[in-house]
Each structure stands twice: as structure tokens, then as C-alpha cells.
């Protein structure tokens, strides 16, 4: 196949790329419609242009969070199609005639820093921080929920934070004060966040009837920090970047050897998870012990692909969080 240039093949350069309103210019944005067909799998894999690339990277991407794409045979055709802005997922999507399209992953335009306001529309992709969670942009984003959809996202809570109007059993609730270092205990409800997590088989420091009244105490969460696994620890710096005070923790705030506390506090654990501001679900570990990545700076490795297809135009993978949790340890497990 002939080439034009190192970014496209000859098929490739036939996409309408337009840099000043991307991805397809002004009116090819505002309608979903067939892009082109590409090749077969084979083709696309043996191609070293940029553009093929990327869809490469997008289907092995499919195929790690995808099921039923797992398997995908050398003559497999493949073909894009564009899926609008008026649409929830939209960006480009690629399909395999006969078998259907990926719902979870896209290539979509990088914001850049100069581009002007009214690009502002859903296909975009923000390049993440390599390293360390941009905790700045994750309040932008609560800031934004509590603007437009708080009456959508807790609609209980909102009605009658009274605890005995949301829980049949449920008379107190403990959190983690962050603040205070200690555990504290309520009757009624208040703004907190959940985490979510596997336990494993990590040794982890847990609430018991001995040592409950310990740690209610202010600091005492401090006395037992290196006790506690990697991810409780983590959990509790970004409820304190995010400004927020209370954390609930399973371990931590239902008493491990109280079969009654245990009971009744599984028996509402839906609602707990439910009525928090928001949960911190620690999707990538196998284990309490591997910590929450981007919390600290180093601890995070991120996989993305990000390409410069014409001058001034970067497409970039997107894969949805439902879909990446999908081969999950977590996903695997219940709730916690």
C-alpha cells in the first residue's frame, strides 16, 4: 500500500481530519456517520503509521475489556464509524462487521490548552498527570455534580439525613474523622466517602471490641497508621485533599468480632455506599496492600495513547471506567 507522509496510509489520509473544528470540521461533527473501512486485522497490525497505530492499540485495548472481542481472527474486517456529540459515548468507534462495535473504548480529540471555548463538547480527552492524581481537577469535577445533579445523586440523603428514615436497623454509623484522626460515631447523616475495595489475604488491622474506645480517641487513627494496609492509608489522604472529613471503611468502622454490629451493618451496607458524596473504588488492586495509584507521586503508571494524526490534531484511546474495571480482581468480587 502506498503511504503519504509517516503519520497516515493512503486509506487513512482519506479521513475528512480537520484541526480548527475536530475531528471532521464543522458540519462532520454534528452527525454520527460511517468513516471508512480500514482493512482487515492483519493489514492494520502490519502498518507503522501513526493513525493505524492507534487503532491497533484501541482494539487490543477491546479485546482486554471486551468479552466477547477477545479473539479476533487475521481476516477480521475493521471499520470506524463516527458517533456524534448528541450522543453519551461519542468519538470515534470501531466496529467488526458480523460481530458488532466496542462500546467501552474510543479514539477521541486532545484538548489543547489554546483551544477556544465553544470546542467544548463531549469527545474531548484531557491528557491525565503520569505520575500523581490531579486532586485540583477531581474537586472540579464534585464541584460540578453538586452544581447540576445533587438531587439525582442523593436524592435520600437530600429528602432526611435522619439515620432511622434510610436504615430499618442501622441506629449509629462510625467514620473515620480525618481531621481528628480517630473514629467518630453519628446518628444522623452527613456529607462522608466510601471506599470500596478488596480485602485479600494482606494482614490488616481491623475495629474490635477492644480496641474501639481507643480509637475513638483524637489521634488515634495516627497510633495505628503502619498497621493499617496501603490503600486504607491512601483513602484517607485524598478524602483530606478533597477537603472532605469523614471516610468509612468497613474494617474500620463496622467492630469485626460483634456479630450483631457485623449483621446489621452488611445488612445496610448497600444504603451506606449509596448515600455517601461520592466512593473511591481501588479497581486496580489485588489486595488492601497495593495502595491507591496517583496518590503518592511515582505510583502511578499511565497507559495511554496519544497521537498527532495531522499538525495541530491529537486523537488519543479512551476506554470507559466500567469497561476497564471489567477484567478486574475487584470486578470479580462483591462490593468491598
Partial sequence: MSVVGDRLCRTCAALPFDASHPPFGAEGNADSFLVDWLGTWVQI?????????????AIWRIQQTEQRFRSILPDQKIVL????????????????????????????????????????????????SATQIDFNRVGHWLQTCTQYHQSACHPKFNSDPKMWSLFSELRVIRFIDVNKDCLVERHSLTSYVC?????????????????????????????????????IQDAVTVVKMLGEKYLWVDSLCLVQNDPQDIEIGTGSMDLIYECSKLTIVAASGRDAGEGLPGVNPGTRFAEERIAEVIPGLRLAVYTHGDFRIEPTVYNSRAWT
Fill in 45 to 57: 497490525t502490519n502498518r507503522r503509521y501513526i493513525f493505524c497505530k492507534l487503532v491497533v492499540f
Fill in 195 to 231: 471506599l470500596s475495595y478488596v480485602w485479600g489475604a494482606v494482614a490488616s488491622f481491623r475495629l474490635s471490641k477492644a480496641n474501639k474506645n481507643r480509637l475513638m480517641q483524637p489521634g488515634a487513627i495516627m497510633e495505628v497508621w503502619d498497621l493499617l494496609p496501603k490503600t
Fill in 81 to 128: 464509524w463516527w458517533l456524534s456529540r448528541t450522543e453519551p459515548r461519542s468519538g470515534i468507534q470501531i466496529i467488526f462487521p458480523s460481530r458488532g462495535t466496542s462500546k467501552g473504548t474510543v479514539i477521541g480529540v486532545v484538548r489543547e490548552p489554546d483551544m477556544p471555548l465553544l470546542h467544548n463538547i463531549d469527545y474531548f480527552y484531557t491528557p491525565i
